[in-house]
């Protein structure tokens, strides 16, 4: 039983000054409060001024957690009403920092721990998290944590920040979200000799004993949490992201955000340039710059939606060419082209020259995966400008430090001729008289109105169509307005209407393709989910009065109306 204590320690009960006078008595909590009354609303303005009067963002970062940590509604409910604002503090770029620091960071459990020393004991593990109504995962081993490689158990930064948008994004309830770390130990050895690191001190495991450790916590999760619980790889590794996503992807409910989610806002933006360029993607020629995991994602669903204008695959594989550290993806360089990549190899000479591959391919497209800051330079960017009337540049590395060329060297460098995205924010940028508020590829566009479709519906497994189905929705959602001013992707502030799209449509393409698991299906899919939505606003916790119930208010007729015709005209009576 809660008692009138629990209702301030708890985060998700406490409403700080906007308890009510009655409900302070009734909870007998007067006294434990400064007595003024404060409206959630008035909350929400101490809590914008007191994060404007902080200049470093990591400060910024510190006050949200500590506001997470003890008013739930209040902490969304803030990150909600200025998306555009506060997105950068609690995701990309910030929440790098806040990973690299998180020894300082790290104040109470939000998520799990498990250890590769737990193998054999996982699903125990599970069962000690409190909540058991959990609907969601996000999990990370840590080796690559964004651009900023190994970090280990400070990865865990990144699950929380995930699941912090799925309800501030989407209305995902929070109490059915859950982050974990799979701690496998870290060969960065700055960590391992860093006095504040939490995590296990031991080199990585890999090979079997990793692979039985995922086996173990991926069916651990399905006997806790249920077969349709949704599970999300976040910031893997080249070596396992691609392998372990292609290894479950067909059995578990299940997706990879830096793989799928990554292409699927990329491929939004390709579908939004359509417009300025007047031309399909079939006819676009595309370069990637990195052939990782994020790479070959985003050229995988290209070419599908290449497929759906009309091409060949062969045809539409074609199209894309692909250089990683070892050059150009040709099926002729010594060495040979990593397995998960293959597909993009290309019968051509072999070249580690990226500067001469953007002259002798003319690439219309160029996409940076590399983390590689600055690689798109002023020759290359120049050189774009040749290769087509309007081309398209996406610096899509992360964060912000690691982007491989800034908008305002992309519109210098291509006299203002470029359609440009980066992956993380850019303050605008003036060219001659004409000021750009570029697009941010964020995958916070896709994955939390994803994730509320799937969640709703108990999707059995997430199939690749989903994520295009996904571009679409969001390419859509791009304004002529928008177009204007040089943005492929809407403003953030619009991204709670995206996902609520997003997932209707996936709730749509989950009982078309009869992998829903809700029955009956519901006849309203809008009254579906919104009756599903976290309610951001405070409620009471007063027992509620429930009065005898009125008698439903009936129009009653008048009497001429009901005797109409039943009274007799005595000149119509004939006597007996």
């Known amino acids: 039983m809660l008692r009138g204590i629990d209702h301030l320690r708890d985060p998700r009960l406490n409403k700080g000054l906007a308890f009510t006078l009655e409900e302070r008595q009734a909870l007998g909590i007067i006294g434990l409060l400064a007595p003024l009354y404060k409206t959630q609303e008035e909350q929400l303005n101490i809590c914008r001024v007191s994060l404007d009067r902080y200049k470093n963002d990591l400060n910024k970062y510190l006050y949200l957690v500590e506001l997470h940590d003890t008013n739930e509604k209040l902490f969304f409910s803030l990150i909600s009403n200025d998306v555009e604002k506060y997105l950068p503090i609690v995701y990309t770029p910030t929440v790098g920092v806040a990973c690299q620091k998180f020894g300082v960071v790290y104040k109470r459990a939000r998520g799990l721990f498990i250890t590769i020393n737990d193998k054999g004991h996982v699903l125990n593990i599970l069962k000690n998290w409190p909540e058991q109504d959990i609907r969601a995962i996000v999990f990370t081993d840590g080796e690559r944590i964004l651009g900023l490689g190994d970090l280990g158990a400070y990865g865990m930064g990144i699950p929380i920040g995930k699941l912090a948008l799925y309800t501030a994004l989407a209305g995902i309830k929070p109490h059915q979200c859950l982050p974990v770390t799979l701690d496998v130990g870290t060969d960065n050895q700055e960590l391992l000799e860093d006095p504040l690191y939490i995590g296990l001190r031991q080199k990585r495991v890999r090979g079997k004993d990793y692979d039985e450790f995922l086996a173990e916590f991926m069916e651990a999760c399905i006997k806790r949490y249920g077969a349709n619980i949704l599970l999300q790889f976040e910031d893997f590794a080249l070596g396992n992201a691609t392998r372990l996503l292609n290894m479950y992807r067909d059995v578990y409910c299940t997706f990879n955000d830096d793989i799928q989610g990554t292409a699927s806002v990329a491929v939004a933006g390709l579908m939004t340039t359509e417009r300025i360029t007047k031309k399909k993607l079939a006819e676009y020629t595309f370069l990637f710059l990195g052939a990782g995991s994020a790479a070959t994602g985003i050229a995988n669903l290209t070419v599908a939606a290449m497929i759906e204008q009309g091409l060949s695959e062969n045809d539409a ?83 912000t430090s690691k982007a491989e060329c800034t908008p305002e060297d992309a519109y210098n460098l291509t006299n203002g001729t470029c359609i440009y995205a980066s992956g993380s924010p850019f303050p605008p940028v003036k060219y001659k008289d004409k000021e750009y508020h570029t697009g941010q590829g964020n995958n916070s566009y896709i994955f939390p109105g994803l994730a509320l479709g799937i969640i709703a519906v108990r999707a059995r497994i997430i199939p690749e169509y989903m994520f295009l189905s996904a571009a679409r929705t969001l390419a859509n959602f791009v304004s002529e307005s928008d177009l204007g001013i040089g943005r492929i992707y809407p403003p953030l502030s619009d991204i709670r209407k995206v996902s609520y799209s997003i997932a209707l449509e996936i709730c749509n393409l989950a009982y078309e393709k009869g992998i829903a698991t809700v029955h009956p299906k519901p006849k309203d899919f809008k009254k579906f989910l919104k009756d599903q939505l976290y309610d951001l606003n405070y409620y009471s916790p007063l027992p509620a009065f429930y009065p005898y119930p009125k008698p439903p208010e009936i129009k009653v007729k008048s009497v001429e109306e009901v005797y109409k015709g039943l009274v007799l005209d005595p000149k119509t009576v004939k006597p007996k």
Request: charged share 25%.
């Open 317 to 399: 594989r074609n199209r894309v060419y692909m250089f990683d550290i070892e050059g150009l993806l040709s099926n002729k360089r010594q060495g040979g082209i990593p397995e998960h990549c293959k597909q993009f190899g290309k019968e051509v000479e072999p070249s580690k020259d990226f500067e001469q591959c953007v002259k002798t391919l003319k690439p219309t497209c160029l996409i940076g995966c590399s983390t590689v800051k600055g690689a798109f330079n002023e020759k290359i960017l120049k050189q774009m400008a040749q290769n087509a009337e309007r081309p398209v540049i996406f610096a899509l590395s992360n964060p």
